[in-house]
């Protein structure tokens, strides 16, 4: 009988198509539940035979698989640590067995640790696409369905023209060109930080990040304004590779925090990120009316719903559309609602 009662609890028994005996208590002493249960893991036990996956296939599989398919990622490393830490959660726990309670109670101990729900959803994100590419290889049947927390929305903070100003003047010497580029261009610290000089064209005014330093992995090349190129010039001769370079001579790393965190005290300026940097130039350029088209290759967005956060910006460009001319006579709309005849009958 595949089903029988220990007490007030249903368990079943059966054979799998492997030959192998298969159980279990079904932890209700609802027989309609149990029965339920009972079909799904036949159903189950049936596919794994049928698709060959192993039933005991530990986590640590398919993090190895991952982190080899993803080893040219700019972001092996963040990876890394974040399936270390899963890894020991998941610790002895076969890949079948990883359902949604196992990885909502993991998570609830990271978010216990202090992490914001923004960092509990990086770590959700790689154990989805890890677990993805386990069901790819077929060593798992479904991947489990789980949802990520809650994010606030992206602050966009920019700069005002007096706060630039302030900027410059306070920020060490050797930074300045770095700031002026990055509020010229739009590009992220460690692309400022790390650039090259066989990446830039003086004479032609063009600048051409390799794609190995995008996590897309595409090239990126952009037009220089003037007061690029002008930034770029003033650094000649200090380096013979690296474009910015330190007192010392050489090339910056990731801007410290205290560092940084010093200037905006001379300049007093608060709640300010390097980062937000490239949010002033994209508010810029829209308030100046950059199609949106453009601002996004500009920048290197992969989408336009990226760009679209600086949409407040534009509303100004907008003014000149709503007294466009052009307009249809007041009573052309009523033409075939009978309201103009009645306007004459009236008259």
Same mark, same amino acid.
């Given at each position: 009988?595949?089903? *029988?009662?220990?007490?007030?609890?249903?368990?079943?028994?059966?054979?799998?198509?492997?030959?192998?005996?298969?159980? /279990?208590?079904?932890?209700?002493?609802?027989?309609? $539940?149990?029965?339920?249960?009972?079909?799904?893991?036949?159903?189950?036990?049936?596919?794994?035979?049928?698709?060959?996956?192993? $039933?005991?296939?530990?986590?640590?599989?398919?993090?190895?698989?991952?982190?080899?398919?993803?080893? !040219? !990622?700019?972001?092996?490393?963040?990876?890394?640590?974040?399936?270390?830490?899963?890894?020991?959660?998941?610790?002895?726990?076969?890949?079948?067995?990883?359902?949604?309670?196992?990885?909502?109670? @993991?998570?609830?101990?990271?978010?216990?640790?202090?992490?914001?729900?923004?960092?509990?959803?990086?770590?959700? /994100?790689?154990?989805?696409?890890? #677990?993805?590419?386990?069901?790819?290889?077929?060593?798992?049947?479904?991947?489990?369905?789980?949802?990520?927390? /809650?994010?606030?929305?992206?602050?966009?903070?920019? $700069?005002?023209?007096?706060?630039?100003?302030?900027?410059?003047?306070?920020?060490?010497?050797?930074?300045?060109?770095?700031?002026?580029?990055?509020?010229?261009?739009?590009?992220?610290?460690?692309?400022?930080?790390?650039?090259?000089?066989?990446?830039?064209?003086?004479?032609?005014?063009? #600048?051409?990040?390799?794609?190995?330093?995008?996590? !897309?992995?595409?090239?990126?090349?952009?037009?220089?304004?003037?007061?690029?190129?002008?930034?770029?010039?003033?650094? #000649? &001769?200090?380096?013979?590779?690296?474009? *910015?370079?330190?007192?010392?001579?050489?090339?910056?790393?990731?801007?410290? @925090?205290?560092?940084?965190?010093?200037?905006?005290?001379? +300049?007093?300026?608060?709640?300010?990120?390097?980062?937000?940097?490239?949010?002033?130039?994209?508010?810029?350029?829209?308030?100046?009316?950059?199609?949106?088209?453009?601002?996004?290759?500009?920048? &290197?967005?992969?989408?336009?719903?990226?760009? !679209?956060?600086?949409?407040?910006?534009?509303?100004?460009?907008?003014?000149?559309?709503?007294? +466009?001319? =052009?307009?249809?006579?007041?009573?052309?709309?009523?033409?075939?609602?009978?309201?103009?005849?009645?306007?004459?009958?009236? =008259?």
């Amino acid at each position: 009988m595949a089903l *029988f009662q220990r007490g007030n609890t249903w368990w079943y028994d059966f054979t799998g198509p492997d030959g192998r005996r298969v159980r /279990a208590s079904a932890k209700t002493s609802n027989k309609q $539940l149990a029965i339920k249960l009972e079909a799904k893991v036949r159903l189950d036990s049936f596919n794994l035979h049928a698709m060959g996956i192993a $039933l005991d296939r530990p986590f640590k599989d398919a993090v190895e698989y991952y982190l080899e398919i993803k080893r !040219n !990622n700019r972001t092996i490393v963040e990876y890394g640590k974040q399936l270390a830490w899963l890894q020991e959660q998941f610790k002895g726990v076969p890949l079948q067995k990883i359902d949604e309670d196992r990885i909502v109670r @993991s998570i609830l101990k990271k978010h216990k640790e202090g992490a914001t729900n923004a960092t509990c959803n990086r770590y959700l /994100a790689v154990l989805r696409a890890t #677990l993805r590419a386990a069901h790819l290889r077929k060593w798992i049947l479904r991947v489990p369905a789980f949802k990520l927390f /809650a994010e606030p929305k992206e602050r966009v903070r920019w $700069l005002t023209d007096d706060e630039v100003t302030r900027l410059l003047e306070a920020c060490p010497p050797k930074w300045r060109g770095m700031i002026r580029v990055s509020l010229a261009t739009g590009l992220r610290q460690s692309n400022v930080t790390a650039m090259r000089w066989e990446w830039v064209d003086l004479d032609r005014s063009t #600048l051409c990040v390799p794609g190995e330093f995008f996590k !897309n992995g595409k090239d990126f090349a952009i037009p220089l304004s003037d007061d690029a190129v002008a930034a770029i010039r003033e650094s #000649l &001769g200090d380096h013979p590779t690296f474009v *910015f370079a330190d007192d010392n001579g050489k090339p910056f790393g990731k801007i410290r @925090s205290k560092a940084w965190k010093d200037t905006l005290a001379r +300049a007093e300026i608060e709640n300010l990120r390097w980062h937000d940097l490239r949010h002033t130039w994209a508010s810029r350029m829209t308030q100046a009316g950059v199609p949106t088209q453009a601002l996004q290759r500009l920048g &290197g967005w992969e989408t336009a719903a990226m760009v !679209n956060k600086y949409a407040h910006h534009n509303v100004e460009t907008l003014r000149q559309f709503v007294d +466009a001319k =052009g307009q249809p006579e007041p009573t052309s709309h009523l033409r075939h609602t009978g309201v103009q005849r009645r306007l004459r009958l009236v =008259g």
